[in-house]
């Protein structure tokens, strides 16, 4: 997939490799145009899926569970061995096995993981946000770059892991990354930047990295010893003779060693670290890519969202709304997405990731703050979507859409790779509208599209992360939630917050105030919820609703309820 400018170790220069196959083009046209018709017919086969006629069922998602826990590390967290990427999509996954079928593996197999690597070197201790990967099997020792999509899907596992335990250092890691992203990756009008370079000053990490002797300098003897011990900086150092900062021992384990209080030692290491990331503030930057994509910004927008509601941070709620209107005002032309932007002009068709990441994150910030017009930009950009990339013949999604040029094969891409494929994304989020807006054929098309990579998602499982949320969604009856209430009003606040508190991977949420005719139009949900009398919140299943809830506490109660059904699935799609 590579080529050097120049020749080096016995690979040929791109130079060369064009002067060769310009040579073989004049001299051999006829092996030449054999040749291209074979990787031709080599692309189409690969890019070809056939829909089964399997069964989709809960017996599905257990193989795929069974298979992806084989390649566990139970010493040091993650899938496999050296190098690790964070596997988010995957712990998603194992989340909602654990809700599903209260497999208790699958929950400290996520915890496991999400401690190990929010404590390791992978971690940006002192400014937040994850770099791109481990090249060791401990979490220790990453490739410095910081990824959008990377700190998008991260910090959304750590949120729903969040919602799930109460884990307070699960919170801090998610706040701490979008703080990052806030703070580093955003520009002025409300895009997110692509990337955060790992050299600085020519030399990978040097920016991150600490020695003892500046560690000492800067804090002084005793708060340096503490923080040394509790972050493992050595004189040996961990990293080229520098210090990487990482964990392995709790906050009770290090204060008992060094004879001090738990709130004492984290006392010293709030300021020892406000220190040291004031200091390395001054510091030559890591160069930044500021172009901004727009599947990316549409996972780092849900995010945001979803952060907003669950931790109850407005600041994120706005950073969400923000980022949507530049995207869609920047964005977009003549109807339809453009793929990238840089320095205030967008260019390139969008492809369909751009399509379903976006429309996903506008679907999640309407669902976390009730503003009709997120989900009506939402049903416009999918019915688009549709239009543009959906196969009539074979169904699934195209990777291109029918403005885009003409390419040598129209491919799909299905595979959950570093971000989630296009068609994995779009099936979850038809799953979500169909039972938003009672719309069957969106039903339709997301269960064709995981029809048509049924087999292969049971054979490698750990490549289809994503599509195998969007499996358990559709095989489990989600909680429909309509609250009803002025948005101003405290009450109408504290029950929403009752819904966004809490792990519920199968739901969606609807929201209607006073004079919002459109709401009502757009969700059936909403129709016929009057708004006389105090805020209320409906719990519903297949549109067949519990009584009106209008107490927080009874509203948690009901939520927290977990079918029997729900634990053994029997149920199957046909």
């Not at 309820?561 to 149920?571: A, M």
């Amino acid at each position: 997939t590579y080529f050097p400018p120049v020749d080096r170790h016995n690979m040929p220069g791109f130079p060369r490799v064009l002067i060769a196959l310009a040579e073989a083009y004049r001299e051999r046209p006829e092996e030449v145009a054999e040749t291209s018709a074979s990787v031709r017919k080599e692309l189409e086969r690969l890019s070809a899926a056939q829909e089964s006629s399997e069964l989709l069922t809960s017996d599905l998602l257990d193989i795929a569970y069974r298979g992806i826990i084989k390649n566990y590390d139970p010493n040091n967290g993650g899938f496999g061995s050296a190098p690790k990427f964070p596997p988010a999509m995957v712990l998603e996954f194992l989340l909602r096995t654990y809700y599903r079928a209260g497999t208790e593996e699958a929950l400290q197999i996520v915890k496991h993981t999400c401690r190990k690597m929010a404590a390791g070197g992978i971690y940006d201790q002192l400014g937040g946000g994850f770099h791109r990967y481990s090249t060791d099997s401990k979490w220790l020792v990453p490739h410095f770059e910081k990824m959008l999509y990377d700190n998008a899907l991260l910090s959304r596992l750590y949120l729903h892991y969040f919602q799930l335990t109460g884990d307070s250092d699960a919170r801090r890691t998610a706040e701490g990354t979008l703080d990052y992203v806030a703070r580093e990756m955003t520009s002025p009008e409300g895009g997110f930047y692509s990337t955060q370079d790992a050299d600085s000053e020519g030399v990978e990490g040097k920016f991150f990295v600490w020695s003892q002797a500046e560690v000492g300098e800067l804090l002084g003897d005793t708060d340096a010893r503490l923080f040394c011990d509790y972050y493992n900086v050595t004189r040996e150092g961990n990293f080229e003779e520098a210090n990487i900062l990482n964990v392995t021992h709790s906050i009770a384990d290090v204060a008992a060693r060094n004879k001090v209080e738990p709130a004492a030692l984290e006392a010293v290491l709030a300021r020892s670290r406000k220190r040291l990331y004031d200091v390395r503030e001054q510091r030559v930057k890591p160069d930044r890519d500021e172009k901004i994509l727009t599947a990316w910004n549409g996972m780092m927008l849900a995010s945001f969202a979803e952060a907003g509601a669950i931790l109850n941070r407005e600041d994120f709620t706005n950073i969400a709304r923000h980022n949507a209107r530049f995207v869609l005002n920047t964005l977009r032309s003549d109807g339809l997405l453009l793929r990238t932007c840089k320095d205030g002009v967008a260019k390139l068709n969008g492809y369909l990731e751009d399509y379903a990441f976006l429309s996903e994150g506008l679907l999640t910030l309407y669902e976390t703050t009730g503003e009709i017009e997120w989900l009506e930009e939402c049903l416009t950009l999918t019915a688009k979507m549709v239009e543009e990339f959906w196969d009539d013949e074979a169904g699934g999604f195209f990777f291109t859409g029918k403005s885009h040029e003409t390419l040598i094969v129209r491919s799909k891409d299905f595979f959950d790779n570093a971000t989630p494929s296009g068609n994995s994304v779009a099936a979850e989020l038809m799953f979500r509208l169909a039972s938003l807006t009672d719309n069957d054929d969106y039903r339709r098309r997301a269960t064709t599209v995981l029809r048509l990579i049924v087999s292969a998602m049971t054979r490698y499982p750990a490549g289809f992360g994503r599509a195998l949320g969007a499996l358990d969604f559709h095989l489990n009856s989600p909680k429909e939630i309509a609250i009803a209430g002025d948005p101003t009003n405290p009450k109408t606040l504290f029950l929403k917050r009752e819904v966004w508190k809490r792990y519920l991977p199968n739901k969606i949420v609807a929201e209607i105030g006073p004079n919002q005719p459109r709401a009502s139009e757009l969700v059936p949900l909403l129709r016929e919820r009057g708004l006389a009398g105090e805020p209320r919140v409906y719990v519903c299943e297949h549109y067949v609703c519990k009584n009106p809830i209008t107490e927080p506490r009874e509203l948690a109660s009901l939520l927290d309820e977990r079918p029997e059904k729900q634990r053994h699935i029997t149920k199957a799609s046909t």
